[in-house]
């Protein structure tokens, strides 16, 4: 198996010294490349309470190229995809390289970069997850962007209610 | 291509990326550190083609430079055609091995801490660095072999030390952001401006020396030969109607590296 120093450094980094909010550790101990991520919702969020499951998978290249992460708990948002094909995925711009232009070369959001770690991926989600009325511009999911415009006090009870069904779900 | 794609006019960003796109998948598969050849090689390239390109290569030759090594063109080529040069430089000497890793350790490191990135993080991308200069003091191995095995057969060597080489050119940018921000005006690409309309520097630096697989400029080479204590010679072949080359200096100093520059690629040339 390709090794990779960087993932082996942060996961030993992560186990000694966890960062509050999430959880993060391989799905398999002998594959580096796939991650399995709890995080708990913010407090004072739409999310506090939850508890969100989610996969970071990782290229050989990184830190070159960023990981891909996929949330494996239901959720309702305009960043995250909600089609049977791509359910879960996460898109949001420091997780495209720079060059990769889903949003336009002008956009001035932080695009990936090698010294994304685990650690500052998460802080990124986590804070896109403490927003009540996320940004809606080339939304992942079309309808969740939809809501928040148009009807943003069922967007926030839509997402309450995955929330708490992803606590009661935990405890299953 | 449908001839409706062909249609669909291109704007500079994009014709640029594509550009950059095509020479990264035409380079896959050729060395990141070519073997030291010899100029009729060079000369080789330009059979068919240019008598400008010739007549300055022959004018070389002239000159005393007989060799050159052809460095990966993958967007990193500076960055690795450096590394390489600086390391080649300082095993001559072990005390001068010695000054390069205290240097890094004393001024560039210290550095990136300085302008807030995470040192565990770029511990990985440093570390294959400051072992090499350690490894080649050693008197029994050879300096050539090792440094093929080491930044051109490992990849992810060669690859950690273009992320670090990258970082320090960006603290360096940033720290002495006003001896650089004169020349981002005259950046070519698309540069976004603050408030104030200055040029905003951390993304500037982020979109144009952090980011893997990014081309550097005489700007970034400054930057970059100011931290190590560096001077670099550039040695500029370019189809102008001149007989010569052109030379740039970039930083004079008594420890100098020669680089072999055609637009768009940096090699290495040896007298």
Known sequence: MTSNTHLARQLQQ????????????????????????????????????????????????????????????????????????????????????????????????????????????????????????????????????????????????????????????CWD | MTSEAQSTELNDTEILELTEKIKEEESRGSPLIGVLEEMPALLKEYENGNEIYKNKINNLITEGYNHFRRIRGDG??????????FIELVSKDSQAATSAKERLENVGIPLLSEL???????????????????????PSISIGDYLKVTLNDDEEVSNSIVVFMRYLTSATIRKNADDFIPFLFAYEGDLQLDDEGMPDIKKFCETY???????????????????????????????????????????????????????GHVDLVYK
């Not at chain 1, 685990?118 to 969740?144: F, R």
């Open chain 2, 76 to 85: 990193n080529c500076f960055y690795r055609a450096i590394t390489y040069a």
């Open chain 2, 116 to 138: 807030g990135f995470d040192s565990d993080i770029m511990l990985d991308f440093y570390q294959p660095l400051l072992s090499i200069l350690d490894n080649v003091k050693d």
């Open chain 1, 14 to 169: 992560l186990k000694k010294h966890p960062v509050d909010g999430f959880s993060a550790g391989l799905v398999d101990e002998s594959n580096l490349f796939e991650w399995e991520i709890i995080i708990i919702g913010p407090v004072d969020s739409l999310y506090e309470g939850a508890i969100l499951k989610a996969k970071l998978s990782f290229p050989e290249e990184y830190p070159l190229l960023p990981p891909k992460m996929t949330f494996l708990t239901d959720l309702w948002h305009p960043s995250i995809y909600n089609s049977p094909d791509r359910k879960g995925e996460l898109c949001i711009s420091i997780l495209h390289p720079p060059g990769d232009d889903e949003w336009g070369w002008e956009d001035a959001s932080e695009r990936w970069l090698p010294v994304h770690s685990v650690e500052s991926i998460l802080v990124s989600v986590i804070s896109l997850l403490s927003s009540d009325s996320p940004c809606t511009d080339s939304p992942a999911n079309v309808d969740a962007a939809k809501q928040v415009r148009e009807d943003p006090a069922g967007y926030k009870k839509t997402v309450r209610r995955l929330a708490r069904k992803s606590a009661e779900d």
């Open chain 2, 209 to 263: 020396v952090e980011a893997f697989g990014k081309e550097a400029d005489h700007l970034q080479m400054t930057a970059l030969g100011r931290v190590l204590d560096l001077g670099l010679k550039v040695c500029y072949l370019d189809a102008s109607e001149r007989p010569t080359v052109d030379w740039h200096t970039l930083n004079e100093n008594s420890k100098t590296i020669t680089l072999l520059y055609r637009p």
